[in-house]
């Protein structure tokens, strides 16, 4: 991907529809982690270790830990953005892994050097895709993203005031 935003849209969406089972803070995190590799290059390969299954997994569960020593934060800014949230410690492993995965298996799409099962070369996402559908994938899930996290917002919003009513009438 050109710009790890348009990994927000996918991650986004599924963090939220399987909010259930992922964590979303730590799902949508890991996106935006995983490219810090890609800083630490100047040269081709720039998409190398963390962008593997293997090595992505070790990277994913190593944030899921870190993250989980900031759930109290993480609490804090999903209250505020009204998404119900509570900190699970193998969840936020899960999708550590997972949304490292996520955002690789995208990039393996888009980008020639990403080597998913290394050690071997073998690129079988590679242009699946063009990179045009790659980016209309992406951002038709942003939208999909937005529309979900309004429904989620709305009804967090709605329960909060069935409750707070409720506790004043007693």
């Not at 209250?79 to 995208?106: D, Q, T």
């Not at 990403?114 to 045009?132: G, M």
């Amino acid at each position: 991907m050109p710009y790890t935003p348009y990994h927000f849209g996918p991650s986004g969406f599924i963090g939220l529809v399987f909010r259930k089972w992922i964590d979303v803070p730590v799902f949508v995190l890991a996106n935006v982690i995983v490219d810090i590799e890609v800083l630490l290059w100047d040269k081709w390969p720039v998409h190398r270790y963390v962008h593997t299954l293997l090595f992505g997994a070790a990277a994913g569960a190593v944030w899921g830990i870190a993250a989980y020593l900031l759930r109290h934060y993480f609490e804090r800014v999903m209250r505020l953005i009204h998404i119900p949230y509570k900190a699970c410690f193998w969840k936020m492993v899960i999708s550590g892994v997972l949304g490292i995965w996520l955002h690789i298996a995208i990039d393996a799409i888009y980008h020639p050097d990403v080597r998913l099962f290394w050690p071997t070369w073998a690129r079988p996402l590679w242009r699946l895709l063009s990179e045009r559908q790659v980016e209309a994938v992406c951002l038709a899930f942003w939208f999909l993203a937005l529309a979900t996290y309004a429904i989620i917002a709305a009804s967090y919003i709605k329960q909060n005031k069935a409750r707070k009513t409720g506790a004043e009438s007693d």
